[in-house]
Structure formats: C-alpha cells, structure tokens
C-alpha cells in the first residue's frame, strides 16, 4: 500500500506531464504572426484617426444604458431630476430615502447631492469599528 505522500506525487505526475507550462508561451511563429497583426491593426487605427482609448468611450457613451438619470454625487440638488432620492450605507446597509421636493426645502438647491446625503446619514452608523477614522455610514448613492 502506498503512503499517501505517494499517491500525491504520483497523481501530480499524471496531470502535470513533461511540459506542463509549455502551453503558456507561443511559440516563435506564433509570436510573430501576432506581432504582425498588432501592427497591422495599430496602422490602421492610425490611418483611421481613431485611438484605442477614444474609440471605447465613444461605444459606452453611445450605448443607449449609459443615459440615466440616477443622481450622481457631483451633482447638486437643482440638476437631479428623480422625484425620489436614496442613499444607503456599504457597512451597515441602512437606506435613507427623502423626496425631492423636501431635500429642496431642508437644504439649498446648490447643495451637492453627495454633502446632502453624508448629513442624512450622519447620526451614526450601525456598525461600529472603534476607529474615529473609520466611524461613521460610507455612503452609496442611487
């Protein structure tokens, strides 16, 4: 009977093979063949005028699930148009809601949105670590 220290190794060696990270590099015809398409595609980007970083901005702007109209945290409370504005803490998951019309009443409507739902969460979070630092609701606009 063999140890099991044995049967290890030995099943290790049935799955490892010989050259068990041979598959990991290409190999010299492989890497030039990619490297002659890299630079293909990079020409014609460049003919194009079209750089990589602009043209995977200009797909996510135009994707018809980019527009929304979620308060974002730079905003202030004028530009948000939802009737309904929530905030919820990542720690203890607590979710505030307040209504658009009595955000506007309690707070100037150039107040940022992010300023106004730091103050509706902070009575204090649920989840206490001891750190004064740490103290206190992290905020997660929707």
Same mark, same amino acid.
């Given at each position: 009977?063999?140890? @099991?220290? !044995?049967?290890? $190794? +030995?099943?290790?060696?049935?799955? /490892?093979? =010989?050259?068990? *990270? &041979?598959? #990991?590099?290409?190999?010299?015809?492989?890497?030039?063949?990619?490297?002659?398409?890299?630079?293909?595609?990079?020409?014609?980007?460049r003919?194009?005028?079209?750089?990589?970083?602009?043209?995977?901005?200009?797909?996510? @702007?135009? !994707?018809?699930? $980019? +527009?929304?109209?979620?308060?974002? /945290?730079? =905003?202030?409370? *004028? &530009?948000? #148009?939802?009737?309904?504005?929530?905030?919820?803490?990542?720690?203890?998951?607590?979710?505030?809601?307040?209504?658009?019309?009595?955000?506007?009443?309690?707070?100037?409507?150039?107040?940022?949105?992010k300023?106004?739902?730091?103050?509706?969460?902070?009575?204090?979070?649920?989840?206490?670590?001891?750190?004064?630092?740490?103290?206190?609701?992290?905020?997660?606009?929707?």
């Amino acid at each position: 009977m063999q140890r @099991l220290g !044995d049967q290890a $190794a +030995a099943a290790f060696s049935r799955m /490892a093979g =010989r050259r068990c *990270a &041979e598959w #990991r590099f290409p190999t010299a015809k492989q890497a030039r063949i990619e490297e002659t398409a890299r630079r293909l595609a990079e020409n014609q980007r460049r003919r194009a005028g079209v750089d990589d970083e602009d043209a995977w901005w200009a797909s996510v @702007l135009a !994707d018809p699930r $980019a +527009a929304t109209n979620k308060p974002r /945290a730079d =905003r202030t409370l *004028a &530009e948000i #148009r939802s009737s309904e504005l929530r905030v919820e803490c990542l720690k203890c998951f607590r979710v505030v809601a307040i209504s658009r019309e009595e955000a506007l009443r309690r707070y100037d409507g150039n107040s940022l949105w992010k300023l106004v739902a730091v103050r509706l969460l902070g009575d204090g979070c649920a989840q206490r670590t001891g750190r004064h630092e740490e103290d206190g609701c992290w905020p997660d606009f929707r």
